[in-house]
């Protein structure tokens, strides 16, 4: 067989899909970023005309190219991770991104059974995949499948976390370790877990799949 690797990922991927379509989720399978890129481009972009736009921190946002994408295309939009901002217009554009018309972001990890697990600092990101923003796309790498909640949630502490506490300079002690400490560091990142089962109202939610390794 050629390309059993990525055979591999795509027929896992697939299998996903169906899971996440009974959970009431809009899946659209990507082989690649710049498949989807184009699937939000030439696809769910025009179809839900947004007048804003907003994002949760996700590197696979800004890794596949989707975050330099949709700059170009018209809808204002809400960024509050531009450089140079007050902390004060930082906290309001994360506010203002809660009622976008289109929301971007990734997942901590996704079950076999089509669940999205993610836990969160600030909230922002949770609070916008549960309620707020009118559609939200979500992102999710071929890296990010795991079996089931308890391996998603070993995932998120053994990895995710202290990676991204070492990604963003947190003061964590797993940013020194590589090593969940529980902590109660003022910058903890591990505040809020969301399982998000089933997508209300359906098709609200609208996940990605790529058949590539993104984000952590
Ligand atoms: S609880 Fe603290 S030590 Fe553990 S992963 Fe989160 S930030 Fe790091």
């Given at each position: 067989m050629k390309r059993p690797i990525e055979n591999y990922h795509a027929l896992r991927l697939s299998a996903l899909a169906e899971k996440l379509t009974k959970n009431n989720f809009d899946v659209h399978l990507a082989e690649n970023s710049q498949a989807a890129v184009n699937i939000v481009i030439n696809k769910i972009v025009p179809a839900l005309a947004p007048q804003t736009i907003a994002w949760g921190g996700s590197m696979t946002f800004m890794d596949s190219g989707i975050a330099s994408a949709i700059t170009a295309l018209g809808p204002k939009i809400i960024n509050a991770k531009e450089e140079g901002i007050s902390k004060e217009e930082k906290i309001e554009r994360l506010r203002a991104a809660m009622t976008a018309d289109l929301y971007f972001t990734g997942t901590n990890a996704v079950t076999q059974a089509g669940q999205l697990v993610n836990l969160d600092m600030v909230g922002n990101r949770v609070g916008a995949l549960t309620f707020g923003p009118r559609e939200v796309v979500v992102l999710i790498g071929q890296n990010k499948l795991v079996p089931d909640l308890e391996t998603a949630m070993r995932r998120i502490k053994d990895y995710a976390a202290p990676a991204n506490a070492m990604r963003l300079d947190m003061k964590t002690p797993c940013a020194k370790t590589?090593?969940?400490?529980d902590c109660t560091s003022?910058?903890?990142?591990?505040n809020t877990w969301t399982i998000t089962e089933k997508a209300f109202p359906p098709k609200r939610i609208k996940v990605i799949l790529i058949c590539e390794d993104l984000g952590l």
């Open positions: 590589g090593v969940c400490m003022p910058q903890r990142i591990c």
